[in-house]
């Protein structure tokens, strides 16, 4: 069984930045894929990045809202996935979830592993 917990979370103004870590732990090594999720209030849970590899050769993916302003990082040495989030919007308020699963996919249904979120708040 894997354990996920975020951090990082918070409150900043549009325009800056923020850095949310999840850490696993539980195995010796992290899922495959590593992804992060956000769920703003009254909205369904949606993709933000993940990011695949295990040795030194990493893949990742985002979606169009955040492309160019966030970046997916991995240390499996660590056991801890971060994303990197600049030039912050107010629509980018909302609960992030760090998440893991066997391969890489967009879909929030793959994904086996779930932590219980971190609150990001962007104010305008």
């Known amino acids: 069984q894997v354990q996920l917990v975020e951090s990082g979370g918070g409150v900043v103004q549009a325009g800056g930045s923020l850095s949310l870590s999840c850490v696993a732990s539980?195995?010796?090594?992290?899922?495959?894929?590593m992804g992060w999720f956000r769920q703003a209030p009254g909205k369904e849970r949606e993709f933000v990045a993940y990011i695949t590899g295990s040795g030194t050769y990493f893949h990742t993916d985002y979606a169009d809202a955040v492309k160019g302003r966030f970046t997916v990082s991995r240390d499996n040495a660590k056991n801890m996935v971060t994303l990197q989030m600049d030039s912050l919007e107010p629509e980018d308020t909302a609960v992030y979830y760090c998440s893991g699963a066997h391969f890489a996919t967009t879909q929030a249904s793959s994904f086996r592993w779930w932590g219980m979120g971190t609150q990001v708040t962007v104010s305008s």
């Open positions: 539980g195995r010796t090594y992290m899922p495959f894929c």
